[in-house]
């Protein structure tokens, strides 16, 4: 039984990934702070091949035993979350996603990147190929957001071309 940790499992995508993973077999560890994910998206999760553990993926994570995939959902995704909350959304872009891919170097697992077109900032092509860099704004009010994103997609990178990680 492959066994999956889902980083912001109890946001609204998160949640719905791991009841799509339990289906398909998987022991899911789903991740939240709750600080804009809640306990209602996954309250109707029965399966004993399910636990939840309530941490801030911004800080060192440990968890004990293999882990054969990790899925970093983890990030307030909605304008009117990130603009209330830019600093915690950074940290999580940057700090959360170096945590967990520390973990996923660790533990040998497959990691996926939840990241987002916001990365190209208020593009100036649509739609955008994967060698358009973008029209940003660093200090603009949704930077948090997309700042952080793109941070989270250069470590990916880097992890995978020094580390190996996959």
């Known amino acids: 039984m492959p066994r999956t940790l889902v980083t912001g499992g109890a946001g609204f995508l998160g949640s719905h990934l791991c009841e799509y993973l339990l ?26 091949n399910f636990r939840f553990v309530n941490h801030n ?4 994570i440990k968890l004990d035993g293999d882990l054969d995939y990790i899925l970093h959902f983890a990030s307030p995704a909605s304008p009117i979350d990130y603009l209330e909350l830019p600093i915690q959304t950074l940290k999580v872009g940057a700090l959360g996603t170096h945590n967990a891919l520390g973990l996923a170097k ?13 990365v190209y900032g208020d593009p100036e092509v649509h739609p955008q190929s994967e060698d358009y860099r973008g029209n940003v704004n660093p200090i603009g009010p949704r930077a948090c957001y997309d700042e952080g994103k793109r941070c989270a997609e250069t470590l990916f990178f880097d992890y995978h071309r020094q580390n190996n990680v996959d």
């Open 57 to 60: 993926v911004s800080e060192f």
């Open 23 to 48: 289906d398909k077999g998987h022991e899911v560890i789903c991740m939240d702070n709750l600080i804009t994910g809640s306990k209602q998206n996954i309250s109707g999760i029965k399966s004993g």
């Open 106 to 118: 660790a533990k040998k697992a497959v990691f996926l990147l939840a990241s987002t077109s916001e």
